[in-house]
């Protein structure tokens, strides 16, 4: 091996060793989001799609706890070795941009970026497998572009991708429509789409959403309604600015400012034509996320992500090119913020285990909510003591984010019914199940009192003889924070409409 490689390589080995354990050390430590446990509550029943995505980053948690056991950490191993996946990719394109040094800075600006480890690398979440998949068909797209006459070998591949990075997130659709845009727009490239290549890659592509729309035609096409009423609402220029804000935490804004730079340079002399194609890439889900930001109240920064990720190579490029002097700069920033940053995150990891920054305080403040990250892995042996799971009573919840994160804490529990909204819930095979239930109302300590009477008017509702039993109450660290009410009911048939 040519000893001038060596650094490359142990560069690459560095960041992609010192990305997976600072991965493994939050996938250990970070309780499961409400997403999480949802998707792993809902994806135990097969189904080839789901209300809110596309099926394959639901099925990967499910399948490795089917193999290893139920563990926060085995949930999110497919996400792991994905996100190690990801950073490689990622420095394979800035590498094929711009040499080593490109590389290096585009695998270490995702792999250490917030959304690079955590969003796309830890979480059980449906950006690993898109991301994955995304930065392949990148790759695979920039080879094309270097070859003369591209083979049909290498557009089945990009392809194949695209359609996994589609069976994984829709958003990916924008990657496929952004590339037949820009083969329009750049003249040397218009005659490719008289060749039959980028057809045989569309039509390989169009199967990753071939599970999605049959499940839909067979379901009132839920989730397009679900997803086209998250945007609209009137000019939201608060919203838009809360956006930009939450997309410069998850990127580092050093990082983002370095994504906008490589993105502008990508259309001026002298960049290659590949750089401006990666731009377009990139583009297309950043302008069109932030256009929905900004006509729109109901919407979360992560979604333009996946576009500023195939950004970082092209900044990897810029800051390859910079003088050592403006390269100094731009690390020392980015380590600079991105160590308060990691720092910060760090801190919310550990209070949300031990409760560290209200420990002294006589009573909880309003801001210390923490529900949604919660470790209720002490529910199950509790219950389990009580004999209340048995005979296998319907768990009975209010809303999908309940439903996830009590079904997940029971191991998988089925049947779940949902009184509120449902989400995948409601398209379960038992989603009307009845007879004996538990109505499970999670609920922070101090509002245990009045959360019970009115947890007991709702299942009386349900069965006039409903009872309140004896919460289960959980600690966060030393103190008791967390407690589901239990209440115990009967459900005839036909009592909900789902």
């Known amino acids: 091996m040519d000893t001038r490689a060596r650094p490359e390589w142990q560069g690459l080995a560095a960041i992609l060793v010192a990305s997976l354990v600072l991965r493994l050390v939050y996938a250990w430590l970070l309780p499961l989001g409400v997403d999480e446990a949802y998707a792993i509550a809902v994806a135990r029943d097969f189904s080839p799609a789901f209300f809110d995505h596309p099926p394959l980053g639901f099925w990967a948690p499910v399948a490795a706890a089917a193999l290893l056991g ?11 070795v994905l996100g190690t996946i990801t950073v490689a990719l990622i420095w394979a394109i800035g590498r094929n941009l711009g040499g080593s040094r490109a590389g290096l800075w585009a695998a270490a600006l995702f792999g250490f970026s917030p959304y690079g480890a955590l969003g796309a690398g830890t979480m059980v979440l449906p950006d690993a497998p898109l991301m994955a998949a995304g930065a392949g068909m990148a790759l695979v797209m920039l080879r094309l572009l270097r070859q003369p006459a591209p083979s049909l070998r290498l557009w ?56 999605v729309l049959a499940w839909n035609m067979g379901n009132g096409w839920a989730s397009l309604a679900f997803h086209g009423g998250r945007a609209g609402g009137g000019l939201s220029p608060g919203n838009f600015a809360a956006m930009a804000a939450g997309q410069a935490v998850y990127l580092l804004p050093p990082v983002l400012v370095a994504a906008i730079i490589g993105l502008r340079a990508a259309f001026r002399p002298p960049a290659p034509e590949r750089a401006r194609a990666l731009a377009a890439l990139a583009l297309w889900t950043v302008v069109f996320f932030n256009l929905i930001y900004l006509f729109s109240e109901n919407s979360l920064p992560h979604w333009t992500m996946p576009g500023w990720a195939l950004a ?40 949300l285990q031990t409760g560290l920054l209200t420990r002294g305080a006589a009573h909880l403040p309003a801001w210390d909510s923490t529900l949604d990250a919660f470790d209720w892995s002490g529910l199950r042996p509790e219950l389990e003591r009580r004999g209340l799971l048995e005979g296998g009573p319907v768990l009975l919840t209010e809303s999908w984010i309940t439903a996830g994160q009590m079904a997940t804490a029971l191991g998988g529990w089925r049947p779940v019914r949902v009184l509120g909204n449902a989400h995948h819930f409601a398209f379960l095979p038992d989603a009307g199940a009845d007879g004996p239930a538990l109505l499970l109302v999670p609920v922070r300590i101090d509002a245990l009192h009045w959360r019970a009477g009115e947890a007991l008017a709702l299942a009386q509702t349900l ?25 115990s009911l009967a459900l005839p048939a036909g009592q909900l409409d789902q």
């Open 463 to 487: 069965d006039p003889a409903a009872q309140l039993m004896e919460p289960v109450v959980l600690p966060r660290g030393t103190r008791d924070y967390a407690a589901v009410l239990i209440l």
């Open 312 to 351: 970082l190579p092209l900044a990897g490029w810029w800051l390859a090119r910079c003088t050592p002097a403006q390269a100094r700069v731009w690390r020392r920033w980015s380590l600079g913020l991105g160590l308060a940053i990691w720092a910060a995150l760090g801190l919310v990891v550990a209070h």
């Open 156 to 211: 089945a591949l990009a392809g194949a991708l695209l359609g996994v990075a589609m069976a994984s997130k829709y958003q990916a659709v924008l990657w496929g429509a952004a590339f037949v845009v820009w083969m329009l727009a750049e003249p040397g490239r218009r005659r490719l789409l008289l060749t039959p290549g980028p057809w045989l890659a569309a039509c390989i592509a169009l199967l990753g959403l071939v599970p």
């Open 70 to 80: 139920e563990h926060v950490l085995v949930y999110r191993l497919p996400a792991l």
